[in-house]
């Protein structure tokens, strides 16, 4: 009888450890696809297995994760493996998830009642794909405008974008390739941008079509990737830079064909002179501003986010633009892009405790307005030029595509590191944020 009561003891707990371990490796993994960066996924689903009294060994790859957990004081163990699954961006969905970790782990919730709220979370609605698109439209307008480009332009990568997003957005439901997604999307919005080589001439033609695809960068995978391998997550971080990079070379290919169909030269390039420093960094900061909001709604933060986002992109945007072209000052652009993120991210950690919010919800896409989307625009642009024009211009072309591409990595990673370090400063209140009133809640 006493070995029937110890088998009955030990199913018992085996069937817990199981059931919990699914649950912890299913909330993993959809933190993982909604964009999470490594440590929150570790520090929230270790919480919400101490809540249970367990320990547990997990391992992020990815596109699969482990979890392996521990009842030390029975000596049972489960090992669970669950595939990332195809989410999609959704920072609203990573602000709930991290405070349902505080709540497990805080009010010692039953598994039954965390598959509630944790099924609840993932399955609200994200806003309206019209909103979005409008959005991102006239961010990418402002884009546009951030680089110097003239109304016609504006107006021109407007109707680019918003014919472009409206494809990606079919494409997405359908379940296509992202890899070819980003190709068709890229194609299609630079064969509307050349219409200003072809009919308007506005005098900013290099700009419109340089900027009519760069909603399509993938500015949150680049800097998630770089605080991965900044916080120690190599492997995570390499992936998510791979990934980054492939979908940079799909856009690289649309714009490639639509340049190499019409053999169009796209090596002008206008700059419009603002004499008035100060009045031209505040300009800059509000189309920055609008520019934020646009491409944050592309990762559905909560909409209490979104005038934060504005406000840290306006000052992140300007005060770059202020270290750049005052007399006195006059730093580099990948010093002054390192400051700006500086300013950004130590800005962010107080919002983040004021709002129960973590931080990367409006930290990283105030970033975005400041990616150097044409710098890497002009890098691809000469490597077309080195397979196109004759060989006595190979070497300049090859020179300026080394430089090019140098300048997108460098103001890129600075920006980036730049914007973490107030983060890892405050780790402990930046993770913690998520512990108050109105976390995912019922």
């Known amino acids: 009888m006493d070995i029937i009561k110890q088998q009955e003891q030990d199913n018992n707990i085996h069937s817990k450890l199981k059931e919990t371990a699914i649950f912890l490796a299913e909330y993993a993994a959809t933190m993982m696809a909604v964009g999470a960066q490594t440590s929150r996924i570790q520090l929230n689903t270790v919480r919400m297995a101490r809540s249970f009294g367990y320990h547990i060994n997990l391992l992020i790859f990815p596109k699969t994760l482990s979890i392996t957990l521990l009842d030390v004081e029975h000596n049972h163990s489960y090992t669970y493996i669950k595939k990332t699954p195809a989410m999609g961006l959704n920072f609203k969905t990573n602000m709930k998830l991290s405070g349902l970790s505080w709540r497990a782990f805080d009010n010692k919730l039953p598994l039954d009642e965390l598959w509630r709220i944790f099924k609840k979370i993932v399955t609200e609605k994200r806003e309206s794909p019209w909103l979005v698109l409008i959005l991102v439209s006239f961010a990418n307008a402002c884009f546009c405008r951030l680089f110097d480009g003239n109304l016609t332009s504006m107006i021109i990568v407007w109707v680019a974008t918003f014919v472009g997003f409206y494809i990606r957005q079919q494409l997405t439901r359908h379940g296509l390739n992202q890899l070819a997604v980003f190709v068709i999307c890229s194609f299609v919005s630079t064969l509307i941008g050349i219409t200003d080589f072809l009919y308007f001439h506005g005098g900013t033609e290099d700009i419109t079509l340089g900027t009519s695809m760069l909603y399509l960068v993938p500015g949150v995978p680049l800097i998630n990737g770089v605080m991965d391998i900044v916080d120690g997550h190599a492997l995570d971080g390499i992936a998510r830079l791979t990934n980054a990079c492939l979908?940079?070379?799909?856009?690289?290919?649309?714009?490639?064909?639509?340049?190499?169909?019409?053999?169009?030269?796209?090596?002008?390039?206008?700059?419009?002179?603002?004499?008035?420093?100060?009045?031209?960094?505040?300009?800059?900061?509000?189309?920055?501003?609008?520019?934020?909001?646009?491409?944050?709604?592309?990762?559905?933060?909560?909409?209490?986010?979104?005038?934060?986002?504005?406000?840290?992109?306006?000052?992140?945007?300007?005060?770059?633009?202020?270290?750049?072209?005052?007399?006195?000052?006059?730093?580099?652009?990948?010093?002054?892009?390192?400051i700006a993120g500086f300013v950004i991210g130590l800005l962010a950690v107080p919002f983040a405790m004021r709002i129960h919010c973590p931080a990367e919800c409006f930290a990283f896409p105030s970033l975005l307005p400041m990616v150097p989307g044409m710098f890497a625009y002009k890098a691809i642009r000469d490597l077309i030029n080195i397979v196109r024009l004759p060989n006595e211009f190979t070497m300049e072309y090859v020179s300026r595509f080394f430089s090019n591409a140098s300048l997108t990595i460098l103001v890129m990673f600075g920006m980036v590191v730049g914007c973490i370090i107030p983060i890892f400063i405050f780790h402990r209140q930046s993770f913690s944020v998520t512990r108050g009133k109105g976390m995912a809640k019922d």
């Open 247 to 338: 979908l940079i070379i799909c856009i690289a290919l649309g714009l490639s064909a639509t340049v190499i169909m019409f053999d169009i030269d796209p090596t002008t390039f206008t700059k419009v002179t603002r004499p008035d420093v100060v009045q031209a960094a505040i300009a800059d900061g509000l189309f920055a501003a609008v520019a934020a909001v646009g491409f944050a709604i592309i990762s559905n933060p909560p909409r209490k986010a979104l005038l934060i986002c504005a406000l840290l992109a306006c000052i992140g945007h300007g005060t770059r633009y202020f270290l750049m072209h005052n007399a006195g000052i006059m730093l580099d652009q990948v010093t002054a892009s390192t």
